[in-house]
């Protein structure tokens, strides 16, 4: 194992210092529990003082949620072990059902109020009248665990959130700037679709991990609003690229492009604009270069052609590309501005003024949600009824620990491997366990001797779990070790307990294994076409005349991008999940957002839009189905519509909503004949 870093070991003695003082308050104060509280204090430590605050408020309210309610259910079904364990296994399952529909850390709350009830009320099961104490306990002995956790991460050289949300948020801004070079550069760098989702992926981590922001330290924190415009931003950032990216490629297989010098000096002066580090001159440069593109964007007229229409998409996506590139620029000097303690007043939160698309807009998947939640209902319920049947004294932390592997690993696509590798290293630990409970604290007789024991031992493990790398073996490891001592506050520290204890933990963690393997496993593969196929689903509610916001939909298709990314990379020879393009279906998407926002503007041309709409309904409704006379019939449509708004297309409207089926055309066709200006009769 190689060295330890300077912020290692500053996490781990900062950890290791709120966990004794946890132990220490707790002992001084007559706790009953003291070890539950040092447990929350590594549970809660996180390398920057951010997380460490947001993890801790969730923590604890759910304790008390939690404890709430084991407090009112248990003395009332203490006399049917049955229906008790139905309606905690029930609970547990509800509460993960709902955070699951919460894609940001706050989600950590109702998951914790849920195996929470486990904890408190399957050892309690032969005692109902000390349910209240008990849960009292746990929520007392959790609070002190979070709050010290808290105070030492906060206050002893603490370690800001915002450096780190804000370097991701410049490399995330540097990447998109790449891709505009790349895409407007003929001679430029020619990425792989892969690389592009990459990014998608990128934005939505950005978003999630900004919600620890207002609880950092940093001055970073009072620029949240501004954090969440920039991230929205690049959202609307990708469809548009990805779009004139297409748009250039068109042009050039035309012949158009690479003739027309107005263009290619426009696009180098694009280019330009996103390296201009100046808010004012980009935003003067913006501007002049608003007006070339309208004055280079080709006239509308009933005769114009497939290549004029291609032009007349490019102009409208150069327009909102120069708007973003403004819009990021002053976003990112308002963010400057906040962390040297001069944020405008229109930053600090005026009505109106950079609205956040709320974390409900992200894609959610319900159907996975309710099998993640079944799945942990069958196993918890199968370890109960194997406590019931054998009467097993040591039964209780069977359930106990099938419910929190259940909840921990609900949002992997296989939680088995996790919850396989965390049995492991819960048996790894065991000698260690033993080697502390029942031979060196029982020779302990003051707490200075207690912190000398325990300070090699966790001091190690507090450097490992500062790793990413190595977290995910530690942290079992240092969980089995402070759920063992544990046992000495409730005076069961010996052989045959410790045994039957362990034994009920790995039975717990084995039915957890199996049951997700059976119930809840799913590919790669699989959940790569649930995502295209909620994708479409939405396209086709779109196409039916459901209304949303161009922000959230961006934010929720590039959300899509960015899970697909590492599953298609996972799904390797499925060569149809490879083919698809899912950001073709966010471009038009993008673009059927535009034509419900402008159809009310656009007379007689908005009558063509209402059978398109609903053809495009259809479309996506049978993916990944074919029908080639529906197609055949869809592109009819398509060019119906282009030639019906051609009529007098002369205001913004009626421009935008020209670009918005010109852009649909090629995402749909892009083999497909040019499209005609005149119509063609058959016979």
């Known amino acids: 194992m190689k060295f ?48 460490t605050r947001s993890k801790g408020l969730y923590r604890a309210v759910g304790t008390i949620l939690g404890g709430t309610m084991v407090t009112f259910v248990v003395p009332q079904l203490s006399n049917s072990p049955e229906l008790l364990s139905l309606v905690l296994a029930l609970w547990i399952g509800a509460c993960l059902f709902v955070s699951l529909l919460d894609r940001t850390p706050r989600s950590y709350l109702l998951m914790l109020a849920g195996y929470t009830a486990g904890l408190i009320a399957f050892p309690a099961v032969n005692d109902p009248g000390a349910i209240f104490d008990i849960a009292l306990a746990r929520v007392e002995e959790i609070v002190l665990g979070v709050t010290c956790a808290t105070l030492v991460h906060s206050l002893v050289l603490p370690q800001p959130f915002g450096p780190v949300l804000l370097a991701r948020l410049d490399h995330a801004v540097r990447d998109a700037q790449h891709w505009i070079r790349d895409a407007l550069n003929p001679a430029g760098d020619a990425r792989s679709a892969s690389d592009r989702r990459k990014l998608a992926g990128d934005i939505t981590e950005l978003r999630l991990m900004s919600t620890h922001l207002p609880f950092d330290t940093s001055h970073l924190r009072w620029t949240e609003k501004a954090v ?9 950032f990708v469809p548009v690229v990805s779009g004139i990216e297409d748009r250039l490629t068109a042009l050039r297989k035309l012949g158009a492009i690479s003739v027309s010098e107005h263009w290619s000096t426009l696009l180098k002066d694009v280019v330009a604009l996103t390296d201009n580090p100046k808010e004012k001159a980009i935003s003067r440069e913006g501007a002049l270069l608003r007006t070339r593109i309208d004055e280079l ?110 909840c921990f690993f609900s949002t992997q696509d296989d939680p088995a491997p996790f919850i396989k590798s965390f ?42 779990l500062a790793r990413p790398s ?68 939405e396209l086709a509610r779109l196409g039916g005349g459901e209304q949303t916001t161009l922000p959230e939909f961006s934010a929720r298709m590039v959300d899509r991008v ?60 049978r993916l990944p189905a074919v029908d080639r006379d529906g197609e055949a019939q ?26 918005a089926l010109t852009g649909i055309r090629r995402d749909l066709f892009p083999e497909a004949a040019p499209y005609q200006p005149a119509l063609m009769t058959t016979t």
């Not at 969440?228 to 609307?236: D, M, S, T």
């Not at 620029?329 to 963010?335: D, E, G, K, T, V």
């Not at 048996?427 to 409970?437: E, G």
């Not at 209402?610 to 479309?619: C, P």
């Open 4 to 51: 330890a870093s300077k912020t290692e070991l500053l996490f781990s003695v900062k950890s290791f210092a709120a966990a004794m003082l946890a132990v220490y308050i707790s002992m001084h104060i007559g706790l009953s529990r003291p070890f539950w509280s040092m447990m929350t204090a590594y549970i809660c430590a996180a390398p920057f003082a951010g997380p």
């Open 228 to 236: 969440n415009a920039l991230q929205e931003r690049l959202a609307q």
């Open 297 to 406: 964007a080709p006239r509308v007229h009933r005769g114009l052609g497939w290549t004029g229409m291609i032009e007349l998409n490019l102009a409208a996506r150069l327009r909102r590309l120069v708007d973003i590139c403004v819009e990021t620029r002053a976003l990112r000097q308002h963010i400057d501005a906040g962390v040297a303690g001069r944020l405008p007043a229109e930053v600090r939160g005026l009505p109106g003024v950079l609205n956040k698309v709320p974390a409900s807009a992200l894609h959610l998947d319900y159907g996975m949600a309710a099998l993640s939640a079944f799945a942990a209902v069958f196993a918890v319920l199968l370890c109960c009824a194997f406590w019931i049947l054998t009467g097993w004294s040591a039964g209780a932390t069977a359930p106990m620990m099938c419910a929190v592997l259940c």
């Open 423 to 464: 049995l492991a290293w819960t048996v790894y630990s065991i000698p260690v366990s033993a080697l502390y409970l029942l031979v060196l604290l029982p020779a302990i007789h003051s707490f200075e001797m207690l912190m000398l024991v325990c300070a090699p031992l966790f001091l190690l493990l507090g450097v490992v």
């Open 470 to 537: 190595t977290f995910g073996r530690a942290m079992p490891f240092l969980f089995g070790i402070c759920g063992t001592l544990a046992m000495i506050d409730t005076h069961n520290a010996d052989m045959v307990t410790f045994t039957n204890s362990m034994l009920s933990q790995v039975l717990g963690l084995t039915v957890a294994a199996v049951t997700t393997r059976v119930v809840r496993t799913v590919g790669a593969a699989w959940t790569a076409r649930r995502l295209l196929k909620a994708g479409w689903n």
């Open 562 to 621: 960015g899970l697909l990314t590492p599953r298609l990379a996972s799904a390797g020879g499925d060569q149809d999940l490879q083919a698809r393009d899912a950001l073709r279906d966010l471009r038009i998407g993008l673009n059927m957002t535009l034509l419900q926002q402008t159809r009310s503007q656009l007379g007689r041309g908005g009558a063509a839009l209402g059978l398109l709409m609903t053809q495009l309904s259809q479309y996506f409704e």
């Open 634 to 659: 869809l592109l009819g449509a398509l060019d119906n519509a282009l030639r019906a708004n051609c009529e007098d297309a002369q205001d913004a409207a009626q421009r935008e909503a020209l670009a």
